[in-house]
């Protein structure tokens, strides 16, 4: 995975995007890398990162992001950002992330979202969908 392109749609490679958050090398420094790093989370099943990235208040428990496993999601679009910069406590970020569906009907599901994020003790958290 390290050498592929990152599922964020940064057309980075793994490693040097959202790879480097989920290791902890380093925080993310905006709302909308935070969100893009969580997306690629979703999509490997990485649990951990989820849950250390998601404000304490709102989070479900570790168990319950074990359980979801990867999504198959496919693509994602950042529709709008409201602050959220290096220098900014709180933001917000407007996407469309689109996973694959069961219903032979409808085979893209797309899940829209206004996110609330928030800064706290220089680390970006998850907050809850507004």
Known sequence: ?????CSCGSALNY???CGRYH???LKAPTAEALMRSRYTAYSMGNAQYLYKTWHENTRPSLTSLRDSG????VALKIISLQAGGENDAKGI?????????TNPEEPI?????KSLFMKIKDQ???????
């Open 1 to 5: 995975m390290t050498n592929k392109p």
């Open 15 to 17: 490693a040097v995007c």
């Open 23 to 25: 290791k902890g090398k």
């Open 70 to 73: 990867p999504q198959k999601l």
């Open 93 to 101: 970020v407007e996407f469309i992330a689109s996973s694959e569906s």
């Open 109 to 113: 599901y797309q899940h829209r979202e």
């Open 124 to 130: 970006w958290l998850y907050i809850d969908r507004i």
